[in-house]
């Protein structure tokens, strides 16, 4: 494990701008979920995805690759790490961290760095690694699944580092989301087939080097053949998808 987390993104990040591009209805689950905080801190920040507009916002965000892909006018974002925030006690209204928890080297500390800086909600979008396995992938790369459900960290304990009273929701995956991520593209296979698109999924990272070709072959034999449609055509016409991704608001 690297000293910043499981990845290193100042070697893999090039391309999360493009490819992770936030997706308006997720993004309005966590807007919601913000209140009326007017001061937020964003850790593991990334290239920006997901910050809310309106409001006074410090970026914390440990990679220089991915800090430099963030747009203009962006907040500012500051080289730190989820596990030691340089900011006091209670100094900002909310702490938010997205699709990030999983790679931290320390969770348990730096989830009790988000609720120690924020005076009111702490608001987490994570993945429920046990729900990865039902939907398809799974039978064509079962060794990322494994990678990712090994990675993700157990939901009920990462709620209960949130605070006294936490709610935990189910995010349901639009079939058209923008953001990046290997659910997001349930119902579009052929997408998945893109080497930009799995470049910027850290999970291929994490299985042996043999997975992501045999994927890649296996998955485009079956689609050019009609058996993917056959098996799984069904995945085309879910509208939305309620997969692993939870957001968690945990008040103090």
Request: charged share 25%.
């Amino acid at each position: 494990m690297r000293a910043g987390g499981d990845v290193d993104y100042d070697s893999t990040g090039q391309g999360y701008a493009t490819q992770r591009r936030p997706d308006p209805r997720i993004a309005a689950a966590i807007e919601a979920a913000l209140g009326d905080a007017q001061t937020v801190v964003n850790v593991g920040a990334g290239a920006g995805s997901y910050e809310p507009a309106g409001r006074r916002l410090l970026a914390v965000e440990p990679s220089a690759v991915m800090r430099a892909q963030r747009p203009p006018g962006a907040a500012i974002a500051i080289h730190a790490y989820a596990e030691a925030l340089p900011l006091d006690d209670g100094a900002v209204d909310a702490a938010m961290a997205v699709a990030t928890v999983h790679q931290w080297a320390d969770r348990t500390k730096g989830l009790a760095e988000l609720r120690r800086v924020a005076r009111g909600p702490v608001v987490v979008l994570a993945f429920d690694g046990p729900a990865l396995g039902d939907w398809w992938l799974n039978d064509y790369a079962p060794e990322l699944i494994a990678a990712e459900q090994r990675r993700y960290p157990d939901i009920s304990q990462t709620a209960a580092a949130l605070g006294s009273k936490v709610e935990v929701r189910v995010v349901p995956i639009p079939i058209d989301c923008t953001d990046g991520f290997t659910e997001a593209f349930y119902g579009r296979p052929e997408r998945l087939l893109d080497p930009a698109v799995r470049r910027a999924q850290s999970s291929w990272g994490f299985v042996g080097p043999e997975v992501e070709p045999r994927f890649v072959a296996r998955l485009s034999d079956d689609l050019d053949s009609g058996r993917w449609d056959e098996r799984y055509g069904a995945w085309r016409r879910l509208p939305a998808y309620e997969g692993s991704v939870r957001l968690l608001v945990g008040w103090p």
